[in-house]
């Protein structure tokens, strides 16, 4: 078994910053997310779940969205088994409770199904 805790989330001014991290456990996660890669989604109120990007865990690959590429970065740290989210220059659309997720292959790392393990999500506020 996987846990995921998201931790990082509050009140911003539009422009500013904010990092997100979520922090793995579980017994066998490091062999577990050798293969896999570990994304960050978001959920505003009346919307769907929308991926904002991934990291592949064994390479450190990275894949953003086009709505924050340019403005968010994804990192990892495996000793830590902790993955990053910052968030630079803020805007009130990225108000949302964002989410890590883990276990879903490359190539369909955009879709929310295809994850095995989800954190409790951690909300993002960004005002205007």
């Known amino acids: 078994q996987v846990q995921l805790v998201e931790s990082g989330g509050g009140l911003v001014q539009a422009g500013g910053s904010l990092r997100l991290s979520c922090a793995a456990s579980g017994r066998t996660f490091s062999t577990y997310a050798m293969g896999y890669a570990m994304g960050w989604f978001r959920q505003a109120p009346g919307k769907v779940r929308e991926f904002v990007g991934a990291i592949t865990w064994s390479g450190g690959r990275t894949y953003d969205a086009d709505s924050v590429k340019g403005r968010f970065t994804i990192s990892r740290d495996t000793a830590n088994n902790t993955v990053y989210l910052q968030m630079n220059s803020l805007e009130p659309e990225d108000t949302a409770v964002y989410y890590c997720?883990?276990?879903?292959?490359?190539?369909?790392?955009?879709?929310?199904?295809?994850?095995?393990?989800w954190g409790q999500g951690t909300q993002v506020t960004v005002s205007s």
């Open positions: 997720a883990a276990g879903a292959y490359v190539g369909t790392m955009t879709r929310t199904h295809n994850y095995d393990y």
